[in-house]
């Protein structure tokens, strides 16, 4: 069975400060990964995604997260964060079985404060 | 891009009663969809996978005949709560494989049962 573990479940920073988020995955076959925001009382909004190729991939709003198969991991980061970027944040892996079904993980609370 | 609409955003019901929610896919087709429920200040816990013309793939622990799926056509998949108690309260969230476009997410339902 696949799994996945987000450690912080809050994480306060400065404005303007760069942050990690950390997500590792537990899966016996190949995964897709990714990373949504959700703000309150709101969908999820797809971030960025890891599929193949590049073990770095960007996504919008200046973050980025990358692949490392051996610690199966895929941290996001931000070189520098905004107020606006307070909000939930969910790592999920997919496995490429018939159904594609996604796995979240507990989910990162980021508090960016002025 | 790929749109998930879901109907309706909240919905407060009588203790007993069913209520049925919506998610449709509006510019493609979704012969996949997923339902999750997520608590508050938790993750989205999967509880089905709902294909196009088949029954539902129910998760462990999720009761099918409490939590009905219904996926009549490649751009609609309903969830129907029935006989709805205060602990079936939570947030509903749909999502769709938009192909190329990845999953997308609905913007969720906010049900309470009173």
């Known amino acids: 069975a696949q799994s996945v573990t987000q450690l912080d479940s809050q994480v306060p920073v400065f404005e303007e400060a760069p942050v990690e988020l950390r997500c590792n995955y537990s899966s016996s076959v190949s995964v897709y990964l990714f990373w949504y925001v959700q703000y309150p009382n709101q969908g999820l909004q797809l971030l960025l995604k890891?599929?193949?190729?590049?073990?770095l991939v960007k996504g919008i709003n200046g973050f980025e997260a990358e692949f490392n198969k051996s610690q199966t991991s895929f941290h996001l980061r931000k070189p520098s964060v905004h107020i606006s970027d307070t909000a939930e944040y969910f790592c999920a892996v997919s496995v490429k079985d018939s159904s594609y079904k996604l796995i979240f993980g507990s989910g990162t609370r980021l508090l960016v404060r002025p | 891009g790929a749109v998930v609409s879901q109907h309706p955003s909240r919905v407060i019901c009588k203790s007993g009663t069913s209520v049925k929610i919506e998610c449709r896919s509006l510019?493609?087709?979704?012969?996949?969809m997923f339902w999750y429920r997520q608590f508050p200040k938790q993750s989205l816990m999967l509880m089905a996978t709902?294909?196009?013309?088949?029954?539902?793939?129910?998760e462990q622990g999720v009761e099918k005949d409490k939590f009905l799926i219904n996926h009549a056509s490649l751009t609609l998949s309903t969830l129907t709560v029935t006989s709805a108690h205060p602990e079936d309260s939570s947030f509903y969230i749909c999502?769709?494989?938009?192909?190329?476009?990845?999953?997308?997410f609905g913007s969720g339902t906010r049900l309470t049962v009173v």
């Open positions: 709902s294909n196009e013309g088949s029954k539902a793939t129910y």
């Open positions: 510019d493609f087709q979704a012969t996949t």
């Open positions: 890891y599929l193949s190729g590049s073990t």
């Open positions: 999502s769709a494989n938009g192909g190329v476009y990845g999953y997308t």
